[in-house]
């Protein structure tokens, strides 16, 4: 088919258009004062963005297989996975995705170091930040419970040294209430050795080395119901000859997006464990992996919505529609416009996260007690907010942006699996009702909002979101403790808007 004389100035956007390197993210590296030796380093990562599309694109092309049995019939559950997936794995560490988040002196530095890279890899890296976010998780537990071996290996540079870890907290009958588990740990006459049995329902990082796994204690012979009945186990995958310790891979899932992700479901049968930290307080000591991951899930979405807003962009300022470019089309400047403000203000939120992440690894109390707060707003918020946003992005781009070649479907189906794992939306907005403090609230606002007071072009949005603070307090207050659960989400999201928009304000004057 000859091409249309019209288009022959129409140039498709190219992946890395408007990177992550400039512009909001540039503002965040200065805010943050990241050195200038992270700023060349994360230029560097630029250039290979491509290469990881190319991996990227290669993982899609062939999803994980699974081969249950070898030739003679013996079950032999064998992953295999595409090389763009392996190649992708050996850059995790290469690059120190989980590495600078650890090794770095200034844990502050290390991890906005580390996220940025994230965040400029994220949309370009197949499903491999899944077991990323759970490897991340694993490493901060390792480092806590002085497992030292495991936690070498977590965050070597070394690919051929290098270890994932899984996360195996879900079964059939519960997955956001833990506490329906069967499967059952059982202390063994070796010492510390526990054999763990049942099956978990979801295994994503199915080519992790280790797996931290919840299970019930049979301790002096009883069972104790419930999630208090749990304790935090840890077991290696696979034997020292590569064959699995005692796991057998039931079936691959059949998932919506994320297609290139191995996620399978588990047999567990007498796999070795350690038990670490108290029994009966598993869900407590697993906590920090999932305090960790849901940053990851929130920066995840805010990245796709990154490269979605520049593909969105870059057409509109190239397809002509009634006599002039969309972008000159007002209807359409203010649709994006729309998208570019929720998406800078969950970008704000994501870096403030990551900021008081590495400030509290680095001792600092209160801002260990706001990051705990925030992440299951952060969480909630900008994983459901970037979902819509692009959805509006692939409607700017037409017909266009339905079609694969756009990778915006597969970065919608992938984005989307982030309001689910690691805890939906309402156990979110439950899990923000354990850590409620309406007064720590305001006044962490309050604090953002004082770094404006000097700029007078600042003086009537600073009053505006006082005036809002000052409503919502009014209203949570009216507000019967009885009927709380049935407002949490509302809650949530009034929260995180009201503290993105003190942030905004507190970067307008940065
Ligand atoms: C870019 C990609 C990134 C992500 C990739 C991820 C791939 C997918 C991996 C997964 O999805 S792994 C499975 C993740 N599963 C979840 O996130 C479960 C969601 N459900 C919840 O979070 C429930 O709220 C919960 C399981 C925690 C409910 O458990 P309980 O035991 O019924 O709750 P309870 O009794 O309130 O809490 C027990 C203790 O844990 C309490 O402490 P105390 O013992 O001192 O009283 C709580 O305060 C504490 N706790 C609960 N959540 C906490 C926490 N502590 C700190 N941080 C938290 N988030
Ligand atoms: P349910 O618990 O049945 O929840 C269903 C809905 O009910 C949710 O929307 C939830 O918000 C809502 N709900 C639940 N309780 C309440 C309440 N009290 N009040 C109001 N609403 C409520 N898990 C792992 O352990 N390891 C993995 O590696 C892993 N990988 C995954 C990969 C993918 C692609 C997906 C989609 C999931 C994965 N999961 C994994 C499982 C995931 O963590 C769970 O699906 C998730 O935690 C929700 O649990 P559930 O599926 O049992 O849903």
């Avoid at 992946?15 to 050195?35: D, F, T, W």
């Avoid at 266009?400 to 689910?420: F, S």
């Avoid at 600073?462 to 949570?476: D, G, I, N, W, Y």
Wanted: with cysteine; proline share 4%; aromatic share 8%.
């Amino acid at each position: 088919m000859s091409s249309s004389p019209m288009l022959d100035n129409y140039r498709f956007p190219v992946v890395h258009e408007g990177s992550p390197s400039r512009g909001l993210l540039a503002g965040l590296l200065h805010r943050y004062k990241a050195p200038p030796s992270v700023v060349q380093d994360i230029a560097r990562l630029e250039a290979k963005l491509p290469q990881y599309q190319e991996w990227a694109d290669d993982a899609e092309r062939h999803p994980p297989q699974l081969v249950q049995y070898d030739h003679w019939c013996r079950r032999v559950d064998r992953l295999v996975l595409a090389h763009g997936w392996q190649e992708l794995k050996k850059e995790v560490a290469r690059e120190g995705l989980i590495h600078l988040g650890y090794h770095t002196p200034s844990k502050t530095t290390g991890r906005l170091h580390q996220f940025t890279k994230l965040y400029m890899a994220s949309p370009y890296f197949a499903m491999v930040t899944c077991p990323v976010a759970m490897t991340d998780g694993a490493a901060s537990l390792c480092r806590a419970h002085g497992l030292d071996e495991e936690f070498d290996k977590l965050t070597s540079t070394d690919p051929e040294d290098f270890w994932l870890s899984g996360q195996w907290m879900t079964e059939r009958p519960g997955g956001s209430d833990v506490g329906n588990t069967e499967t059952v740990a059982e202390p063994t006459d070796r010492d510390g050795e526990w054999r763990v049995n049942g099956f978990k329902w979801f295994s994503s990082a199915t080519d992790a080395d280790i797996s931290f796994l919840l299970a019930r204690s049979r301790i002096d012979g009883k069972l104790t119901p419930g999630s208090r009945g749990l304790s935090l186990y840890l077991a290696r995958v696979r034997k020292e000859d590569g064959s699995l310790n005692g796991i057998a891979m039931h079936r691959l899932k059949d998932k919506f997006g994320t297609k290139s992700l191995p996620t399978a479901e588990l047999l567990l049968s007498d796999v070795p464990a350690r038990l670490i930290g108290e029994p009966h307080k598993g869900v407590k000591n697993i906590s920090p992996i999932l305090n960790i991951t849901r940053l990851h899930a929130a920066m995840g979405v805010s990245s796709y919505v990154h490269l979605c807003l520049n593909l969105a962009k870059s057409y509109a300022s190239q397809r002509v529609a009634f006599g002039k470019l969309l972008k000159d089309h007002v209807l359409h400047a203010d649709t994006l416009a729309r998208v570019e403000t929720t998406h800078r203000g969950c970008t704000l939120l994501v870096f403030h996260l990551v900021n008081l992440l590495g400030k509290g690894e680095d001792g600092d109390a209160q801002a260990q007690k706001l990051y705990r707060f925030l992440t299951p707003l952060a969480k909630m918020y900008v994983c459901k907010t970037g979902i819509q946003d692009i959805l509006e992005c692939m409607e700017a781009m037409g017909g266009q942006g339905y079609m694969e070649e756009t990778r915006m479907g597969k970065l919608l189906r992938d984005g989307l699996a982030n309001c689910i794992w690691e805890g939906a939306t309402n156990v979110m907005a439950l899990d923000l009702l354990r850590v409620m403090d309406p007064v720590f609230f305001r006044d962490a606002i309050t604090t953002i909002l004082d770094s404006a007071r000097g700029d007078s072009a600042l003086t009537e949005s600073v009053a505006t979101v006082e005036r809002v603070l000052a409503q919502f307090a009014t209203t949570l207050q009216a507000i019967q403790p009885t009927s709380m659960e049935g407002h949490a989400r509302t809650i949530g999201f009034t929260m995180s808007e009201l503290y993105i928009a003190a942030l905004a304000i507190e970067h307008a004057v940065l």
